[in-house]
């Protein structure tokens, strides 16, 4: 099966524009303010790399068998880890009650953390009031894309049989991009309903990229082309607010041209670097808010205050990446293994 080193690379800068997002929350700096775009990202790869993966099994049925293995393998990549941060933070809730009180106490209910333990937590929001404690918070705030994916996985056989169906690439491209209209459209109803339509969309979107080109995207021959392109409309729509509802549409031109492109930007992002970045993502992207969450509560540190400050503040910032590589390598990487065996 064929590996994308160019996407690995580009989901840990993903992760890393979404950490520092959540590091300098509300300072204003240009592209960093836009990093929750970072999630939808999120999801079109994961459509895309799932498809690439899975397509296959679901060709034409769901065989009980391998929908088991398909979820059991997508739970040992995603649950350890999640269960991990879980625990830990829940034994910091217990610890220091002022946490709780300070970070919305309602995320720290009892309901919720059953919600969160088994993750389902988002998709309960839209049927729960938020006045009774339900689980329309994250525990740890990242998790609530997490649990929209482990929904998308329940949905992607089906999702699968449907895009199988199509033989051309015109008409997988037009319903890719009419579930980003139908995204689009709900964001400027202010319709969210917890992220679900958010992550459905972009989850479609995503495996759409994949049935429209496998087999075919060297037919293509301009893909570098179309990475500059979509990069340049992914910088435009990070840097002013009212463009941001493009950013969807310039990353789904963006995986495939990375994927099968062999220009600068494959390079970059096929870098040891960010390929390294790529294989710790997911560490870092949900051990990174607990950590902070607890460094505002116990030690706030104004990072603006002195060039001292600044300098302490970015090296806490690089032990929770080092934190995220000593996490991937000695935890989430064998537990991913042990629950495979």
């Known amino acids: 099966m064929r590996y994308?080193?160019?996407?690995?690379g580009i989901r840990g800068i993903a992760s890393l524009w979404v950490f520092l997002y959540h590091a300098f929350q509300n300072q204003n700096i240009p592209l960093i303010n836009q990093?929750?775009?970072?999630?939808?990202?999120?999801?079109?790869?994961?459509?895309?790399?799932?498809?690439?993966?899975?397509?296959?099994?679901?060709q034409h049925s769901i065989a009980w068998d391998t929908l088991k293995r398909f979820i059991s393998l997508r739970?040992?990549?995603?649950?350890p880890l999640h269960l991990l941060t879980l625990l830990c933070l829940a034994i910091f809730v217990i610890i220091d009650q002022g946490f709780t009180e300070k970070y919305q106490a309602?995320?720290?209910?009892?309901?919720?953390?059953?919600?969160?333990?088994?993750?389902?937590?988002t998709w309960l929001t839209p049927f729960i009031p938020i006045d009774m404690g339900g689980p329309g918070w994250s525990w740890n705030g990242p998790a609530?894309?997490?649990?929209?994916?482990?929904?998308?996985?329940?949905?992607?056989?089906?999702?699968?049989?449907y895009l199988g169906r199509f033989r051309k690439t015109t008409p997988l491209l037009v319903v890719g991009l009419c579930s980003l209209i139908l995204y689009a459209a709900l964001e400027g109803l202010n319709i969210h309903i917890a992220g679900l339509?958010?992550?459905?969309?972009?989850?479609?979107?995503?495996?759409?990229?994949?049935?429209?080109?496998?087999?075919?995207?060297?037919?293509?021959?301009?893909?570098?082309?179309?990475?500059?392109?979509?990069?340049?409309?992914?910088?435009?729509?990070?840097?002013?607010?009212?463009?941001?509802?493009?950013?969807?549409?310039?990353?789904y031109a963006i995986i495939p041209a990375l994927a099968f492109s062999e220009g600068r930007l494959n390079r970059l992002c096929s870098s040891r670097a960010s390929v390294l970045l790529g294989e710790i993502s997911l560490s870092l992207y949900l051990i990174h808010w607990?950590?902070?969450?607890?460094?505002?509560?116990?030690?706030?540190?104004?990072?603006?205050?002195?060039?001292?400050?600044?300098?302490?503040?970015?090296?806490?910032?690089?032990?929770i990446i080092g934190t995220s590589f000593l996490t991937y390598k000695y935890f989430e990487l064998p537990m991913r293994n042990t629950c495979r065996d």
């Open 144 to 161: 609530w894309s997490l649990s929209a994916e482990w929904l998308m996985y329940f949905l992607f056989p089906v999702i699968a049989i």
């Open 290 to 319: 607990p950590i902070l969450q607890i460094q505002k509560h116990i030690t706030p540190m104004d990072w603006q205050a002195s060039p001292i400050m600044t300098s302490l503040y970015l090296a806490f910032l690089s032990s």
């Open 4 to 8: 994308f080193p160019a996407l690995t």
């Open 75 to 79: 739970a040992s990549r995603i649950y």
């Open 197 to 251: 339509p958010r992550a459905l969309t972009e989850f479609i979107a995503g495996c759409t990229l994949y049935f429209a080109f496998n087999q075919r995207h060297e037919k293509l021959p301009h893909w570098n082309s179309v990475a500059w392109l979509a990069l340049i409309l992914a910088m435009l729509a990070s840097a002013k607010k009212e463009l941001t509802i493009l950013a969807p549409f310039a990353f």
């Open 106 to 121: 309602t995320a720290f209910s009892t309901f919720n953390f059953i919600g969160n333990i088994f993750l389902v937590h």
């Open 35 to 58: 990093g929750h775009l970072g999630v939808d990202l999120f999801f079109i790869l994961s459509g895309f790399i799932i498809s690439h993966v899975h397509a296959a099994e679901f």
